[in-house]
């Protein structure tokens, strides 16, 4: 874990190395129809998702290995006078509750084999949103540089079958940095042959 605290330590204190402030698109774009109350973020990183949440009134725990990312989250958090909980850790040493979240975020992380955890840290009818690298033939301009850290097609979907999927896509989108190759996934803790599917509005398909 140190080596890899170091890697992001080092990648997050370049000045060329930059997030979007603002949340992924499809976070944004379903913000009404999530359930209120207290949120994760995993790897959180410079905070984009964390103070969306914190900002519509979430309860906000949000967690990253790397210390300069958390410094330059904090940064922002005072800067926009919003308060989060800002954990520096691995996932792997997280001890989540049960039932613990309404809304489970992740963007750009690999981490598949802590999905079980997650979702058993998600309420009864909470949401999770998370987005993700894919493997692609397709020229991308974004993403890791090695397969192993990108999913393959349908693995998101696949991981994630014992929830109700909302909404699951595959596509180029530009993103910080240009193009890249996501899998977007949006689930929720439910079961149950019949649910309730809020309507969203038209998205923008160039965010």
Known sequence: MTG?????????????????????????RRLTTLPDGRALDVATG?????????DHGYDVDAVDISDAALERAEARADER??????????LADLDLADDAYDVITVSFFSALEHLPALKTALAPGGVLVYE????????VEVGP?????????????RAC?????????????????????VA???????SGGTQSYPKLAARDLES
């Open 4 to 28: 890899e605290r170091e890697r992001w330590n080092e990648k997050y204190s370049s000045v060329e190395f930059e997030l979007p402030d603002d949340p992924v698109p499809e976070l944004e």
């Open 46 to 54: 410079t905070g984009r998702n964390a103070l969306f949440l914190a």
């Open 81 to 90: 006078g919003v308060d989060v909980n800002w954990l520096r850790a691995d």
């Open 132 to 139: 993700h690298h894919l493997r692609s033939s397709d020229p």
């Open 145 to 157: 540089s090695s397969e192993r850290y990108r999913y393959r097609s349908n693995d998101l979907l």
């Open 161 to 181: 079958l014992d929830l109700t999927i909302l909404s699951y896509e595959e596509r180029r989108r530009p993103v910080a940095g240009g193009i890249a190759a």
């Open 184 to 190: 977007t996934l949006v689930a929720r803790n439910s």
